[in-house]
């Protein structure tokens, strides 16, 4: 049986094949004098063609003066776009002029015109029903028709088509005009009616088969339904297709009936294809579907009865779209069927799916949107092969099936119990020996199930699982925060006996290590899986694994490696370095002290933060790393803070800051031997005065050794000072993927003393972080304005007036006054006026940052902010000169001016 219906496609499929040829010119003749029609194909008429639109022209003399519209065939009326759109209800003539070969037999092959048409080449007429210029007279006919006609002497050949339609939707010539060869044309006609007859009783017979598998077994409406939709399908072949089987059959047949018959298969077949879905998937169907299709039904009945011929055509304006929506719905069934796996549903789509397709491509040729054949009766015939295997498997093995059930649920009853002990040994016996933590959690308030794993007991008492509770067990025993904990809790509550969506939304959450104080810490890796019934979370599956010894070693090894690389740093940057580094640190630390010890208002507050920022800054120029990640850590947590906010919050961080600082002098003293946090410098008062007399009056001369040592030991170099800057900017560059900046100083011979030596490096500390962050371009960027890969910074200084000038600048993209502007506005701050580099001072406000996220080096808004302050505050000022500005950027160039206070702070060398 499935032998036969398959070499019925291939028959199909070889008889519908069609050597048929598009061949033209642009010109108003077709030269076709040199196109062999026995070795090449069919041709289609299709360009060159004249329309003369309310004509009924009998001979090509009549065509001088006529207004006419050059067209492409398949042609209808209200698609022509130079005079029209028309009414469908007219009549005109088509013309075409060929140059043939003289004294050569040609057949002209006509397909689907509307209503009525008249070909006229030379004295050679064919007529079907009668063309005329009254609707009244004309006599509408169907069919497909041929013309054969000779060429004489003269190898020109004119061909007239009248067109008059009446009661259609549009007018014109539908299908393709075809010429060859006599003997060419009839062998495609016999294929064409060849083809159509073979789909027609292929049909058929599936329509009876399906019929009486209906008739003897009656609980199942789907092959009736089919049997009825294979039947219309069927009659909508013989009736439209290529081979007009119908009329070739009855020539005589009606006009009236076979319309009216024609969008009967329409109507009903839409209706009885719904009910077939619906009858095969009644648990998948969406939107009553059945009930759709049952009143389609009787309303296409009572159009079919009611409206008059004429008017049918206008009821497609609401079928068409409603056929859409209807094949829409019904592979959404079928989809919801393959998705629940039921039987044949995906041979079944893919038939629907051709169905879907053809109707909507048929529609879009009837609306002239496409300019081809219809293919609505290939697609259905496929779609009733693929209904009609699926019903035939369907029926043929339901025998089968029932015989496998009935043995297969024999064998499970008498194998269901040893297989059931069987299991629950291996299960046990698994549970006993495995060296993991296994237990299900079965209700919200923390049970769990009978079976649980040996290795349990080693985690927690379980002698009795129906006591054991996993929240107050565990869960409560776990060093966990309270938030957490409560966390965990909640999400079992809503995910046990919920959808399983509640579970996946939430998982994520759930901590996957904890650690339990049982007389000693215990680390474990815990996993959480639920375990399910139809999407229903019914348990959830709770795995620990001992990762004691490995988060030891892991804690051994970031010890071992923070050792490192504080005994790297303190040999790299030297004792004395470090020493004063450390005093930098605490004296920061008293600081924040001091302002905790008072009430805390936003100034002190905003001060709080500047000296945590500058801890961070110090700790990375003196490779701290730790230390720096931890304060960069307690300044996140700031920012969500306030200054009326609780100070044992502030006290905590600090004491986090403490230990680590003694972790640190701990390594100092263990490999050093340091163990003071102050440098002691003695040196001779003459001695000194000595050394101030030759920098004030070095015409008196002093030997150049003590002038050394007593610069060593009173003072530091101007250059000294930024050695630090440097080391941080080559540690930044690398951590930032941009290459070492090139660092120029241009400066007279100065020796700091004091506190500048630390307020010059974090001077230019914070700039030269803002540089390397904010202002100089990755090389790509760079190369794109013919800057060099590595960036440049210049610093400049000179002592004028009583002060000493220091100028700071780099060549990056500058500073985005957008940008600040920007994030001005949203802080509620405006320039002193609208020049640039009153705009760019804008920078120097409290908590100001063009960056959207702060990272370790900067964009918390408090670098600039800092700097200005720490200038200030000795008498000094930071100002923007005026530079160069591209586009919106304004070439980064800083000012800073710094006193010399008599207690002689700074000299300078000569």
Known sequence: MYLLRTLQIAIFAWLGLSTTKSYGQDNEVWDLTSYDFKTQAILHLDKNWRFYWQELIDHPDQLQGKRSA???????????????????????????????????????ALGFVVSSYKVIIGSSILEMGKVSKSPDKIIRSRGKRVITFTTGDDPYVDILIQVASVDYKSGGIWHPVKLSTPAIIRDFKFREYLSDAVLFGALVILGFSHFILFINRRVELAPFYFSAFVFLVGSRIAINGKGSLLFNLFPNADWMITYKIEYATFFFGVSSLMMVIHNLYPKDSVWKFDTQAKYLFVISVVLLMVLPVKHLYKTLVFYQPYTVFAGILGVVTTFRAVVNKRPGAGIFLLGIGLQVFGGVYDIFVSRGIIHTVEISKYTLTLFAFCQSFLLSRRFSLSLTRLEKAELSIRKINENLESIVKEKTRALRSIMSSIKLGVLTIEDQKGGIGPEYSTFMETIAPMQDSSNFNFFSEILDKSLLSEDQKSLVKNIIHASLKEDRINFDINNEKLPDYIELMSGNKKSFEIEWVPMLSQETVEKILVTMRDVTELKDLQRSSEQKDQESKLIKSIIKNGKNFYLDTMDSIRKLLELNESILSESIDNNRFTWLKRNYHTLKGLSRQASFSTLANLVHQIESEIEGLTASSDTKLFYDQMLRIKDQLVYIDSIAALHFGIVDHSRLVQMQQDHYEKVLDYILNPHLGLDPRSMTAAINLSGRSFLKALEPVRRELILIAKELGKPEPIVTVESPPLILDGSYPELINHIFGHLARNSIDHGIEYPDERAKTNKPASGRILIRSWIQEGELHLVYEDDGRGLDLQEIRQAAAQQ????????????????????????????????????????????????????????????????????????????RSLYQVV
Not at 76 to 99: A, F
Request: glycine share 8%.
């Open 70 to 108: 050059s067209v492409t065939l398949p042609h209808v009326w209200h698609n022509l776009l130079q005079d029209g759109p028309y009414e469908p209800d007219g009549y005109g003539t088509y013309h075409l002029r060929l140059k043939l070969k003289p004294h050569i037999p040609y057949t002209l």
């Open 828 to 903: 509620g701050l405006e320039p002193e006026s609208e020049s640039t580099v009153d705009v760019a001072s804008l920078i120097f406000m409290p908590q100001l940052s063009t960056k959207v996220h702060a990272s370790v080096v900067s964009g918390r808004g408090i670098g600039m902010d800092a700097v200005a302050a720490s200038i200030e505050q000795v008498g000094g000022s930071i100002t923007i000169l005026p530079n160069e500005k591209q586009q919106h950027y304004l070439v980064a160039c800083f000012l800073i001016r710094l006193p010399i206070r008599e207690t």
